[in-house]
């Protein structure tokens, strides 16, 4: 009977060692009396803190290439900093729509649809009361955490009652994210995950010295509202980053595109078929040594270099977070797509079921 016990604790032992171990905890209530939980998942390399406000990624722990741990996203230190923040999004899921709708407007089987205006006269990230500032409903797993929220027909003008889950897992060092929604009308969404990284560990000043390679040969210039005006490729302009580039090395180029944003702002056109996993984006940090490696089953991905930091906001430790204090990379439908005939669909009709993955790898290069 001990030789079972012993097997059966270090059979036990085995599968958390692999799998990695869930806690959950309280993280206080919202102004309106909701209690927001928030989820611990831990392999024997990476610590990953999710709560429930905003389905929000609130913590990132990860080894340097010495095996010094620290926490490479932004955040703040408790839940009011978080409902006080109308403006980043650190962390959340985004919706129904993430990204921008022109006017917030769009047409669906011949009916009109209007959505709140919050982004210099269009809609952004679903709208006046998005997904990110609503609390979900949490279901632990063995290896991580599944968040659900149901929208009800009407909400912020999208039709439909949209149902929407988000399963973080940790599975190594291996962050997944699987999104999924249903409706009951026909409907448009775009979901994604809104974290900014900065490798060297967030509050550790700017991430223009990290290099990324975007895996696109295109990308959607944009007008002045970062509103997509068509297609176009990468190649002789600042936004082509098919091969490993230092993200300072052009941000200031005399370049419309560039001064429109402040910076980067764009969502590049990636190559390989949409519905397939394949890689977005990879970054590196020569001062730390750690790399994220971004793979995706989506069509594109927005990289936001925090153009619209300034300094006012404070992380967990009391540093503030400049200007490109951190990086995005928003894996997405196209901004605006309702509008663009041309763009991979958003459209999302009754009996069908979205589905998208979203991986966030985390490895360091060799000494």
Not at 37 to 49: D, G, N
Not at 60 to 67: K, L, S, V, Y
Not at 129 to 158: I, N
């Amino acid at each position: 009977m001990k030789q079972f016990a012993r097997g059966l604790l270090l059979t036990m032992m085995t599968s958390i060692a692999a799998h990695g171990a869930v806690t959950k905890a309280s993280f206080g209530t919202t102004p309106d009396g909701k209690a927001v939980e928030i989820y611990t998942l831990k392999s024997p390399t990476v610590e990953a803190r999710i709560m429930t406000y905003g389905a929000r990624i609130v913590s990132i722990e990860t080894p340097d290439r010495d095996g010094k741990m620290a926490d490479i996203v932004l955040g703040h230190k408790d839940l009011q900093g978080y409902i006080d923040d109308g403006k980043t999004y650190f962390g959340s899921v985004v919706g129904r729509y993430g990204n921008r709708i022109a006017k917030g407007k769009f047409s669906l089987d011949g009916h009109d649809y209007q959505i709140p205006l919050n982004n210099n006269g269009n809609a952004l990230h679903g709208g006046k009361v998005g997904f990110d500032s609503l609390v979900w409903q949490a279901k632990q797993l063995p290896d991580g955490v599944e968040m659900t929220l149901v929208s009800p027909d009407g909400d912020q003008g999208f039709p439909g009652q949209l149902t929407a889950h988000v399963k973080y897992t940790l599975q190594g060092n291996a962050l997944h994210l699987d999104y999924s929604a249903t409706t009951t009308k026909p409907t448009v969404t775009n979901l994604t995950n809104h974290s900014y990284f900065n490798l060297a560990g967030e509050g550790s000043g700017t991430i223009l010295d990290e290099t990324i390679e975007i895996n696109a040969d295109k990308y959607t210039p944009t007008d002045a509202g970062l509103i997509p005006t068509g297609i176009e490729p990468v190649a002789g302009t600042p936004f082509d980053f098919r091969k490993p580039t230092e993200i300072g090395q052009r941000i200031n180029d005399d370049n419309e595109q560039l001064k429109a944003a402040g910076g980067y702002d764009h969502n590049w056109v990636l190559n390989g078929p949409n519905g397939q996993l394949k890689l977005a984006a990879r970054v590196h940090d020569p001062k730390s040594g750690r790399i994220l490696t971004v793979t995706t089953t989506q069509p594109g991905v927005q990289f936001y270099t925090g153009n619209f930091l300034d300094g006012t906001l404070t992380g967990p430790g009391g540093q503030s977070y400049p200007k490109n204090a951190a990086l995005c990379l928003e894996t997405q439908h196209f901004p605006d797509s309702p509008n663009h005939p041309a763009f991979p669909s958003t459209e999302l009709k009754p009996g069908e079921t979205l589905h998208t993955t979203t991986v966030f790898t985390f490895t360091t290069d060799k000494k």
